[in-house]
């Protein structure tokens, strides 16, 4: 059991996984890129103190050295869901990942800029045909037409694993790329999502250039709408609520970075990783 799990391996998270270690704390960072996508973006950073002209990609490589050389453990892997109990030995949370089930007694929330289900349709299929993870549904479609949505380069291999299953597996990439690591049998379409179709079941979506009769559709983002990693969780103008502790509306969790609001830049992201880290070692003590 760890005593921080920090979901999110950007500024935020790297900064709170290793202020927590500092205080000499168990912590378990999982991510879901070995390195923040944005921050590796980031082709020249002007506005980070003392570090004028440093490339996003050789920060982050920076943080995650730094993180690694104090102690903490870092797992790439994707937290779908966390809850918790409060058994007679206090409070303990469950980060349900893709790969395995993290156990700790606070959480700090990294996650970047919040996500939410924006196409219509999507909130309403979730667990009716829409999925955010072909690993844990991908049997459920096995022999069917499904139709993949991909933000990011690791829907990929998410793809090339439905196109073992399913009969036709459609790919839309929202990512520049060459798209060479895709399985031959998958068809790549290009255009916009407009509507995903369907009531009890999902039937079909429809796209600026098209329209497809499919009964599953899974989604790779950069990250979960956050109303389904932790249901009850308040948020504000879309971001997550926090105080100046960097606390949120449940006791034990905590929140950094992007997804607590503007301004999206690094160094809010680093200062709040720190405080709520010091936040969790003050409620874990
Ligand atoms: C092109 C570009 C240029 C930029 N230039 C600058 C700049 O010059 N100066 C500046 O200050 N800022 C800049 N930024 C903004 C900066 O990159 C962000 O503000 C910063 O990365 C935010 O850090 P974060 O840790 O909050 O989130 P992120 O860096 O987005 O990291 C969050 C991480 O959490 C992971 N994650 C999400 N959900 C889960 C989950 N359920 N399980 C596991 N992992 C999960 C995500 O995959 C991601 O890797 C730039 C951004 C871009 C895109």
Request: net charge negative; proline share 4%.
């Amino acid at each position: 059991m760890y005593a921080i799990l920090v979901v999110g391996g950007g500024p935020a998270g790297l900064s709170a996984a290793l202020n927590g270690r500092r205080r000499n704390k168990q912590v378990l960072l999982v991510g879901k890129e070995e390195l923040s996508n944005k921050l590796r973006q980031a082709h020249r950073v002007d506005n980070y103190l003392g570090l004028p002209g440093i490339t996003g990609l050789a920060l982050a490589e920076k943080y995650r050295e730094h993180a690694i050389d104090n102690g903490v453990e870092l797992k790439n892997d994707e937290i779908l869901n966390l809850s918790w109990d409060d058994g007679g030995d206090g409070k303990v949370f469950q980060g349900m990942g893709k790969n395995e089930i993290y156990q700790a007694r606070s959480v700090i929330l990294a996650t970047g800029t919040p996500q939410k289900a924006t196409i219509p349709g999507e909130a309403e299929l979730v667990g009716k045909g829409v999925s955010y993870c072909a690993t844990c549904d991908g049997m459920f479609f096995r022999g069917k037409r499904v139709f993949f949505l991909s933000e990011l380069v690791a829907g990929e291999k998410e793809a090339n694993f439905l196109a073992d299953l399913c009969d036709k597996v459609y790919y839309l990439p929202r990512y520049k790329g060459e798209y060479n690591n895709l399985d031959s049998r998958i068809e790549i379409i290009s255009g916009r999502p407009t509507e995903f179709h369907g009531k009890e079941r999902l039937t079909g979506v429809t796209t600026s250039e098209g329209s497809y009769e499919v009964e599953g559709v899974f989604i790779e983002r950069a990250s979960l709408p956050l109303d389904r990693l932790l249901p009850g969780l308040q948020m504000e103008s879309d971001a997550i609520k926090v105080n100046r502790q960097m606390a949120t509306n449940i006791p034990g969790v905590f929140a950094a970075g992007d997804c607590t609001g503007r301004p999206w830049q690094i160094a809010k992201a680093v200062g709040e990783g720190l405080v709520a880290a010091l936040a969790a070692a003050d409620y874990l003590s």
